[in-house]
């Protein structure tokens, strides 16, 4: 067996055919051949090793999530969906850890592919992109790709909220191109005054308007009890009119209502942030997040076109479709 060469395939081929194939016990094969039990048993081993022979394993649950994800694309009119399997238990603890890990892993293995045809992209933040973003196996992508922040700065402490970091983490792994910004995510208007501010904030939005790809994830609806760190910086009036207006959610700070309108930052202040109106523009724009709590934020977003793209997890993926389906 060992000095089995090239020469000896096809014997290898006519066993494993008989065998897989045809369904010939290795009894009977031995019998049609004139070989013992046994060295057909290696026979079969060697075609394995050979690669004569090779497996298909298929789970079952592959098909499903397939399946979800075309039916998830087709109702929504989505131009990408991809499904990442999660239990019913860490579905209902989806807010913290492991939702963002499974989701933040299934993102990184279609980010590649899905950034085949992007040229600048701007990255939100949170917690799902920060994972995203520190797990993200290093690689190069087939051209030049410029990776920039879609809102400015925050003052909040975690590492997840600075949108720099996040570009920084996905840029290195690339080994792609880097733009950052310090100016703040909500501004008074006196600050807008100034003098170095017209010219920065002129250079991010130049940049902002030949964006191509954006990549957000989704807050959760805000209420007082929870003062969500893209509110920090802004008025306790604004904050009080957030949680009255019931906001289901917001991308890039920007809270939005159940029928998609904006809550206005009251005229104090100006946030510096991609606009829903311009991320509806874009040719791709990636949302990553599921759970029960962003349910309504996710389908609001995508019904008033402010996400095209979307990266969830299969029991999201599934009330969508209910949702959807039932209306």
């Not at 990442?84 to 963002?100: G, I, Q």
């Not at 009036?237 to 809550?263: N, P, Q």
Request: glycine letters at 6%; proline letters at 3%.
């Amino acid at each position: 067996m060992d000095s089995f060469t090239g020469n000896d395939d096809y014997l290898l081929y006519q066993i494993a055919k008989m065998y897989y194939l045809d369904e010939m016990p290795q009894d009977a094969i031995a019998k049609k051949v004139g070989f013992s039990r046994s060295y057909i048993s290696r026979l079969l081993d060697k075609a394995k090793e050979r690669k004569i022979v090779t497996f298909v394993v298929v789970n079952p649950l592959d098909r499903t999530v397939q399946d979800l994800e075309e039916r998830l694309r087709a109702a929504y009119g989505l131009r990408f969906v991809a499904i990442a399997d999660v239990s019913e238990s860490e579905y209902k603890r989806s807010l913290f850890h492991p939702m963002n890990e499974i989701l933040a892993a299934k993102a990184n293995a279609i980010l590649p592919d899905f950034l085949s045809k992007s040229r600048v992209v701007a990255l939100g933040f949170g917690a799902a992109l920060y994972t995203m973003s520190k797990t993200l196996p290093r690689g190069h992508l087939s051209h030049d790709v410029l990776f920039m922040p879609a809102v400015g700065t925050t003052g909040a402490c975690s590492p997840q909220t600075q949108s720099n970091t996040i570009v920084d983490n996905i840029a290195s792994a690339f080994g792609a191109r880097s733009y950052y910004t310090n100016i703040p995510i909500v501004i008074d208007q006196h600050e807008v005054a100034s003098t170095l501010f017209p010219s920065r904030f002129g250079e991010l939005m130049q940049h902002w308007g030949e964006v191509d790809t954006v990549i957000v994830g989704l807050g959760v609806r805000y209420h007082e009890a929870g003062d969500a760190f893209s509110l920090n910086e802004a008025s306790e009036e604004y904050r009080e009119a957030v949680a009255k207006a019931d906001a289901v959610g917001d991308l890039l700070t920007r809270y939005f209502r159940e029928d998609g309108s904006e809550i206005e930052l009251d005229k104090a202040y100006v946030r510096t942030a991609i606009t829903l109106e311009r991320l509806s523009e874009i040719e791709r724009v990636l949302c990553v997040a599921g759970g029960p709590a962003k349910l309504r934020g996710i389908r609001t977003a995508i019904k008033s076109g402010y996400v095209n793209c979307l990266v969830t997890d299969l029991v999201t993926a599934r009330k969508l479709i209910s949702l959807e389906e039932n209306a």
